[in-house]
């Protein structure tokens, strides 16, 4: 294909994998509701947890914009079995883990990346909705309350920004950065996605800026 004069391909990509971990010792040694823990490190003799099983769909298409500049797009989806929770007990401080059923993380990724002249530079982009498939029980301070399917996991931003630039000011030294930005996320302990006690459920989003700079001494040291 041609876009505006420029020659263009595309390298299709598809892929299926499925993976699994057993419960973690920290996991299993607070896994009874009748003895939540306060923190998880102790090691006891509780009931098992099932083992966790992710399987993953994913594909996409990469190629050249020109010869200097790469581009990619991709999609996924994740579905989680017996995933595992921290469910918090009465207390607020002690709780215990639970395998809760299914979660589901599917989501888009987009890329660009290149180099003009001394410039080089890679672009991300990447949005994620992740939620619950099974409905459970959760306590907050005041209640008992239910997550239902669809409710979004907590601690997972949907959507997330990356950029990378490098300038080679000499052919031995060189400046650059990078910046990460994320949209706002369900706080830990709004599983259930409402209002708890007046506070919202939301952490804002939030960018971070890293400047670098390197010297190459020799071939061997920088």
Known sequence: TSVTGVQTCALPICAYNEGMRAPTPIELSCADPDKPCSLPAGFNSDPDLKKVVA???????????????????????????????????????Q????????????????????????????????????????????????EEQTVNKGNKIPGIAQQTFKLRANYELTPTWSVGGNLIATSNQYAHGAENNQILRGVAPKVPGYAILHLDTNYQLSSNWS
Do not use: C
């Open 95 to 142: 709780g215990y883990f639970k395998n809760v059923g299914q979660t589901e993380r599917k989501g888009l990724e987009m890329g660009l990346r290149g180099k003009i002249e001394k410039l080089s530079f890679a672009a991300n982009y990447g949005y994620v909705d992740a939620t619950y498939q099974s409905s459970f029980e959760v306590n907050t301070i005041d």
């Open 55 to 93: 399987k993953t769909w994913e594909g996409g298409v990469r190629g050249k914009l020109t010869h200097n500049l790469n581009w990619n797009i991709g999609i996924y989806n994740t579905r989680t079995i017996n995933d595992i929770q921290f469910i918090y007990a009465n207390n607020p401080t």
